[in-house]
């Protein structure tokens, strides 16, 4: 199964959970675009307090403890025999690391938006404004149900398969660091822009584009891959694009803001 759903089977789905990630880097609340027009039956997932746990040492955004995302799902409405549907405002980059999270955690039907809430009224749908509340879900987190790396096994994997960054060439290079306070990558590593994933209305690109993409970069049918970025958000739509061509992938979850907590860890530039 796909784990991508498109507005006209999302339109078709019997009684899914819809989580609106709405999300940006330094950017407006997601909620209040959430309050100004969402799906219908949608409520707002938010990533710095549903998805991740107090940013420290281990990164940004690292993993969320199971008991506290169990419970910050169950409060979403999220049960573990209902399929869940999230979504961003278009590309996926947002609701990619909520599709990763459901998944590490062991939730078996999650399904990303393509295209996001854009496409949605792009298809003439309604949306509705304001709060909306789920009934309580009954989800359980078991973690371990998606491949996680730590630093040294990013290290690892950048000399004996493919590690691939998935922030912009420039932060890669060095050449410019607007959060961290180091600028480069793990050596190693290979530049891949999570941006060249969606296409420019913010959709997927098909699966044989993306497949050839990342054979391109090395990931190749039995070569072993993993994917990071500043904090573990764009790093999951990475393993989410990974997934659409049938490469699996690891998530180095506390990514560059983890490896570079530790000024012992090396640092390439260019």
Sequence with gaps: MSPLITPAELAAL??????????????????????????????????????????????RHPLPAAGAFQEAMRRLGVSGSRPVVVYDEADATAAARAWWTLRYF??????????????????????????????????????GGMPVLDAGQA?????????????????????????????????GAVSAPTFENVDPAGRFHRPEFLRERFNTLGALPGVAVGAYCGSGVTAAHQVLALDVAGVPAALYVGSWSNWVADPSRPVATG
């Design 14 to 59: 019997d009684g899914p959970a819809v989580l609106d990630v709405r999300w940006k880097l330094g950017g407006p609340p997601g909620a209040d675009a959430y309050r100004e027009g969402h799906i219908p039956g949608a409520v707002f997932c938010d990533l710095n307090a549903d998805l991740a746990a107090r940013p420290g040492p281990e990164g």
């Design 106 to 143: 062991g939730h078996p039907d999650v399904r990303v938006l393509d295209g996001g809430l854009r496409a949605w009224v792009a298809e003439g749908r309604p949306v509705a404004a304001g709060d909306e509340s789920a009934r309580p879900g009954d989800f359980v987190a078991r973690p």
């Design 155 to 187: 290290l690892e994997l950048a000399t004996e398969g493919v590690l691939l960054d998935a922030r912009a060439a420039e932060r890669y290079r060095g050449e410019v660091e607007p959060i961290d306070p180091v600028a480069g990558h793990i050596p």
